[in-house]
């Protein structure tokens, strides 16, 4: 029987990976989410689900304070590592469900490639303790895009060989779930992102995912083996594109 992963577990074996490979985000998106708190400098931000601390570091060029949640302990090093030179950013050993942060002590909650992990119900009784009266809550995603061949080759070659690839897939999130959690209305901002590869990075990019295959698995072999043929076929000048759309989520628990 293959052995259940818990969420928290996941990205353990892939830190390297995610720190070189995986996108950030885009600098219009950070500009306005911060555009939307006033006098930033003197605010409070928890980041859940703070991973290698991409988006915290981010965040904390422009907060008082912030604060990364995250249970990994793999993926919290890397973090606190990461932003050792930010002396407002604080890690902690914790999860979405509790955080150990005080009641009222935060003006915005932010969670960027994380909020599917979390047990839903649980984040939002949390993030109604822990905000202030009214502090905001920001999802974020880097969505990958189908709009070249050779991404849309990619999507498929994750569909037939990658563990899990549909049901961990943040894409599975629907309108109700949303509505149920942001309470107090929601908006949606988009904002495009891009990061280029060669296919060493394309094969870095696909291990930072918790769903690619391990190796010694035929799955990974057989991906490995029509990825390169994929890259061939659809490469310019020994590069190719990953298109997202970053998606920004903004709203209020209550």
């Known amino acids: 029987m293959d052995k259940i992963i818990k969420p928290t577990e996941r990205f353990s074996d892939r830190v390297a990976n995610y720190i070189k490979y995986r996108p950030g ?30 988006f915290a570091n ?9 604060y990364g949640i995250e249970p990994n302990p793999e993926m919290r090093s890397a ?3 990461n932003l050792q030179h930010r002396a407002n950013f604080f890690s902690l050993n914790a999860t979405a469900e509790h955080s150990g942060l005080a009641p009222g002590s935060v003006d915005l909650i932010t969670a960027a490639q994380a909020f599917h992990w979390f047990d839903q119900d649980a984040f939002q009784n949390e993030c109604r303790r ?19 061949a050779f991404l849309k080759r990619y999507a498929q070659l994750l569909s037939r060989y990658a563990t899990d690839y549909h049901e961990v897939n943040h894409q599975n999130l629907t309108a109700d779930q949303f509505n149920r959690f942001f309470q107090g209305g929601y908006r949606l901002h988009t904002f495009n992102n891009v990061q280029r590869f060669d296919f060493a990075g394309v094969l870095g ?50």
């Not at 291990?207 to 057989?222: A, H, L, N, R, V």
């Open 25 to 54: 985000y885009p600098v219009e998106m950070v500009a306005f989410l911060v555009s939307q708190m006033s006098s930033p400098c003197d605010k409070t931000c928890a980041d859940f689900g703070s991973g290698t601390g991409i």
């Open 58 to 66: 981010s965040l904390a060029e422009h907060f008082k304070a912030v």
């Open 79 to 81: 973090g606190e590592q």
């Open 130 to 148: 822990i905000l202030t009266g009214d502090g905001w809550v920001a999802l974020i995603w880097n969505n990958r895009l189908t709009n070249t």
């Open 205 to 254: 990019r696909l291990d930072s995912s918790s769903y690619s295959p391990k190796p010694g698995t035929p799955e990974f072999k057989s991906l490995r083996e029509e990825l390169s043929h994929a890259f061939q076929d659809f490469c310019e000048n020994g590069w190719v594109s990953f298109n997202y759309e970053t998606q920004l989520y903004l709203g209020r628990v209550g």
